[in-house]
């Protein structure tokens, strides 16, 4: 079947003006199979790491949400061993107007703001209640492998409806 | 490349009354090569100024201040040497003065006597020079000694020259001022004129038709579907140019010729990259048949584009002759430092180019309007997209929140019970039903996107048929189908 | 129809898993669960009552490779077990000898796969098949 305009249109945007500490790409076969990077945000125990990920639009994107995961391992509260992300907007808080581009955004807020209430990863979150400098410090050393040198992002951020969405429903639910 | 010769060919590639309100960089170069003459006929070559100014110390036997003046719209420089009374003797500062003579000895503009003592120089020459403009307003050295503390007299330099430099300076720029008042007004009058002429070539087809309003909202057409409304009437406005203009319109604001808004390299392009975007898009519009009768039905269409072409045109040249002004100006100024080492930033920190007439940038004026006038007059179809297909929001259902989205977007979040409007997560959808189609939207759509409006009506059919099937049991992608 | 990659048709298998599967006959999971990659699994078959396998527990490995699942697994029983597509030196399933790998499809999964093996222990040819001693392994 074809793609339907909407995947196309977003892809279009994607490549040609991707956000700020974020790329996605489709694959050739594939076109709605994305390899995704992001950036640590700045001032999260993330920063200067550069994280892959791979999405997927299912058969009823958008009124499904995109799967999305993680490939670089990852220490964080709300992330699993196998890179699962325990985000609502990606579950029961989906809206079919919510896109790739403010998925991702929503996952990079995530770094930023762990939520130890709710994990997927007990022992990270546990690690994280009880001591969240302690954790924090660990977080850069598992992902040391990975870093290189960036530039710091600081445009604007036209993505603000899902990042509302997002601040409104923070409480997740796995 | 001398920057004259740059300015001159940048000026000499703009329309005649630009060049004629551009600054006069070549008057106010033999400006400043006066004031290099006449300095040095006062004793002050940069040597020694530079010297003299960099003396810091209040108790200095000489020093020399130069302070620029805003007065009235004008900039008065002003230089001022401070001294010991003549009659007082200087106090011992050996050292200095032996390096200002040697300075001096080096400096080959200078012609005076390095045997003479310095403070004594400078007085005699004060006396004896004869101002180059009678009516320069400080014709004669004035004096003022502070008696009571007694020590130090400042004595003015007037340098007829420098006055004139900033003067002429000054009076070009607000003269450039003026004419981009004057230019802006006739931008305004052109662009006016030419969102009539769009508005009438690019009005909708059905507007012919009996009871149209310019956004339709009281059409009582409460009628099903009315896919081919637009069978073309005979009349004399049979053609429209509307998917034409609107066309011109979206290439142009993909070109993003004046500026970026690219989220990673937002803002305003150089010179050179709008040129190219220009050239782009003038390419794009012809290599569509967008630029003659091929797409453009109307000749009022074709003159209106050559209009909206000129336009741009025009505020490319603004942009040029902005920036060409504001660079003769800065090199003019360095070139005025340089040349007789009298600072560009005085001692209290004041700079010229903070005291010249200023402007808000006028392209960027001109490009928005251009943006709020012009580009409006059609409605563009993102505005009217439904927000989870990005398709026209065809039939337009506006939720009990206010939020509006198409139809079958909405039919599949009914069937999946999803409750939740996707802007604002209201429980609205499932009550939504037949009531809730915006006639007046519908009806404003199908006069501005009328081909839009019917394609995504069999769209809606097709996949509504195939979810049925599917439903079934069947799937639709099969080529055959056995009953 | 979209086309799911291999990764998150892995995950959805590993979650289906996870659940458990129909009357639990047979059951899969990861050998490790921090295998990003998820390509080594663990399966478990319960033997078909009414036949030489009753009640007796076989283990296999998958191996899910890159081309998975457009490719079929590999199949390795680590149980002792004697069937006509299992190689007795190594407990490897020929994939030509039983039909959901030789037939494989990317609709196929491992649950298919195994529920596939289960029932080839009841066919009627397999079923009396003499067996191994119960708890034997092959030598790896």
Redesign the interface.
């Known amino acids: 079947?074809a793609l339907?305009?909407?995947i196309i249109?977003e892809t279009e945007r994607l490549v040609?003006?991707?956000?700020?500490g974020i790329t996605a790409a489709p694959?050739d076969d594939?076109l709605?199979?994305f390899d995704v990077t992001i950036q640590g945000p700045d001032g999260s125990p993330f920063q200067q790491g550069i994280f892959k990920l791979?999405l997927?639009?299912?058969?009823e994107?958008?009124?499904a949400p995109p799967?999305v995961?993680f490939?670089t391992?990852i220490y964080h509260p709300n992330i699993d061993?196998?890179?699962?992300i325990c985000l609502d907007i990606l579950k029961d808080k989906w809206?079919?107007?919510?896109q790739i581009r403010t998925v991702l955004l929503s996952i990079q807020a995530l770094l930023s703001a762990p939520n130890p209430d709710d994990p997927l990863a007990p022992d990270v979150a546990k690690h994280y209640k009880e001591n969240e400098k302690d954790a924090q410090r660990v977080s850069p050393r598992v992902d040391a492998a990975v870093r290189v040198r960036m530039r710091p992002s600081g445009?604007?951020d036209?993505s603000e409806?899902s990042l509302h969405?997002f601040i409104e429903t923070r409480h997740l639910v796995c | 490349m001398h920057f004259a010769k740059t300015f001159a060919e940048i000026l000499a590639s703009l329309p005649p009354e630009f060049a004629a309100n551009a600054v006069d960089y070549r008057q106010l170069k033999k400006l400043i090569n006066e004031l290099v003459t006449e300095l040095a006929s006062l004793g002050l070559g940069p040597a020694v100024l530079r010297d003299l100014l960099n003396v810091r110390d209040q108790d200095a036997a000489t020093r020399v201040e130069y302070q620029f003046n805003s007065a009235s719209g004008h900039i008065e420089p002003r230089l001022s040497l401070w001294v010991d009374p003549p009659n007082a003797p200087p106090p011992p500062t050996p050292s200095k003065k032996s390096r200002i003579l040697e300075i001096q000895e080096d400096d080959t503009e200078t012609e005076t006597s390095a045997e003479s003592s310095q403070v004594s120089l400078l007085w005699a020459l004060q006396r004896d020079v004869k101002p180059a403009v009678p009516a320069a307003p400080e014709s004669e050295p004035s004096t003022v000694v502070d008696r009571e503390n007694g020590r130090k007299v400042e004595m003015v330099i007037p340098l007829a020259s420098d006055l004139a430099f900033f003067e002429l300076l000054v009076t070009t720029l607000r003269g450039l001022s003026e004419h981009l008042v004057a230019i802006h007004v006739q931008f305004v009058e052109t662009l006016t004129e030419l969102a009539k002429t769009v508005s009438a070539a690019a009005r909708p087809v059905s507007s012919t038709s009996q009871g149209f309003k310019a956004n339709s909202a009281l059409r009582s057409d409460t009628g099903g579907v009315r896919v081919n409304a637009l069978t073309k009437k005979a009349s004399p406005y049979l053609y429209s140019d509307l998917y034409s203009w609107r066309e011109i319109f979206q290439i142009y604001v993909e070109t993003e010729i004046f500026e970026s808004v690219n989220e990673l390299h937002p803002g305003e392009r150089t010179i050179e990259e709008a040129e190219t975007r220009l050239k782009q898009f003038a390419e794009r519009v012809t290599a569509r048949g967008l630029g003659d009768g091929r797409q453009l039905k109307l000749a009022q269409s074709r003159k209106a584009l050559q209009s909206f072409l000129e336009l741009n045109v025009f505020i490319l040249n603004v942009k040029k002759f902005e920036f060409a002004n504001a660079e003769a100006t800065r090199k003019i100024l360095k070139k005025h430092a340089k040349r007789t080492a009298l600072p560009l930033t005085d001692s209290r920190n004041t700079t010229p180019l903070d005291l010249l007439p200023t402007h808000a940038s006028l392209p960027r004026i001109l490009v928005q309007e251009l943006g709020t006038t012009l580009l409006p007059i059609i409605p563009s179809l993102e505005d009217y997209a439904c927000l989870i297909c990005t398709s026209i929001a065809f039939k337009p259902i506006r939720l009990s929140c206010g939020h509006l989205f198409c139809v079958r977007c909405l039919v599949k979040m009914q069937k999946r019970g999803n409750d939740h409007c996707p802007m604002c997560r209201a429980p609205c959808v499932l009550v939504a039903d037949r009531s809730n189609v915006d006639w007046a939207m519908l009806n404003f759509m199908r006069d501005w996107f009328p081909e839009e409006s019917s394609v995504k009506l069999r769209q809606n059919e097709k996949e509504a048929s195939e979810e049925e099937l599917r439903e079934m049991g069947i799937d639709p992608d099969e080529k055959c189908i056995v009953m | 129809m979209a086309k799911v990659p291999r990764n998150f048709r892995l995950l959805e298998e590993l979650e289906k898993g996870e659940k458990g599967l129909g009357d639990g006959s047979c059951s899969y999971g990861l050998e490790d669960a921090d295998d990003i990659l998820m390509s080594n699994w663990n399966g478990t078959i319960i033997g078909p009552g009414h036949t030489v396998h009753e009640n007796r527990i076989y283990s296999l490995r998958i191996v899910c490779g890159d081309q998975y699942p457009e490719r079929c697994p590999s199949v390795q029983f680590v149980s002792r077990v004697n069937l006509p597509f299992v190689s007795q030196q190594d407990g490897k399933v020929d994939p030509a000898r039983l039909s959901v790998l030789a037939n494989w499809s990317r609709n196929s999964t491992m649950e298919t796969l195994l529920v596939e093996i289960r029932r080839e222990m009841a066919a009627a040819s397999n079923r009396k098949l003499p067996q191994p001693p119960e708890g034997s392994t092959f030598q790896l």
């Open positions: 079947m339907p305009k909407r249109k040609a003006d991707p956000a700020p694959h594939n709605r199979y791979e997927f639009l299912p058969e994107y958008p009124m799967k995961r490939l391992k061993k196998l890179g699962r809206s079919p107007a919510l445009a604007d036209r409806f969405l």
